[in-house]
């Protein structure tokens, strides 16, 4: 999918998971090279979360792939729609003994920019949180740097580590 850092994992499955009436071909394309991710968590003093991701059409393409399997098995539900620049998803899942519902909006500028608002609500809590926000901003900043290739991610505590090979 073309929206693949985030730093939960009930913001990850609202994100990542669709129907097998949207395919990645689908999705609007993000523009090959580094983005920059500032994201927002409704959780009581943490600040902005921003990381650097390398990436490709292939790699979003795989990414894409390696979320849809992974909300097999965990969602019961997934709805993902486009309308334009503008793509809804509404998910059910199960993430251990808590059940999840999740609505996620994202929205894009051309292939160099976009926005993603998801909203879930667990029950019961988890980690004592019923409700949770989660905002990204995300924009194109350039080539990737020669020292990170295509799945690369830098997370905001600096550590490196390339997504494609979570699905290995």
Not at 78 to 87: A, F, N
Not at 93 to 101: Q, R, S
């Given at each position: 999918m073309r929206t693949i850092v985030v730093g939960s994992s009930?913001?990850?499955?609202?994100?990542?998971?669709?129907?097998?009436?949207?395919?990645?071909?689908?999705?609007?394309?993000?523009?090959?090279?580094?983005?920059?991710?500032?994201?927002?968590?409704?959780?009581?003093n943490m600040p902005p979360q921003v990381m650097k991701f390398c990436t490709d059409a292939a790699t979003d393409a795989a990414l894409f792939k390696l979320g849809m399997n992974a909300a097999q098995g965990m969602c019961s539900h997934?709805?993902?729609?486009?309308?334009?620049?503008?793509?809804t998803v509404d998910?059910?899942?199960?993430?251990?003994?808590?059940?999840?519902?999740?609505?996620?909006?994202m929205t894009f500028t051309?292939?160099?920019?976009?926005?993603?608002?998801?909203?879930s609500h667990f029950n019961p809590p988890m980690m004592g949180r019923s409700d949770?926000?989660?905002?990204?901003?995300?924009?194109?900043?350039?080539?990737?740097?020669a020292d990170m290739q295509a799945g690369d991610l830098i997370g905001p505590n600096g550590m490196k580590m390339n997504m494609k090979s979570l699905g290995q």
């Open positions: 009930a913001a990850l499955l609202g994100l990542v998971v669709s129907t097998t009436s949207v395919r990645a071909d689908d999705m609007p394309t993000r523009k090959a090279g580094l983005w920059e991710v500032t994201m927002h968590m409704s959780v009581a997934q709805d993902m729609h486009r309308s334009g620049s503008v793509v998910t059910e899942c199960k993430l251990g003994e808590t059940d999840m519902t999740s609505h996620s909006v051309g292939d160099t920019a976009y926005q993603t608002e998801s909203k949770s926000t989660t905002t990204q901003e995300a924009k194109w900043t350039g080539p990737c740097p």
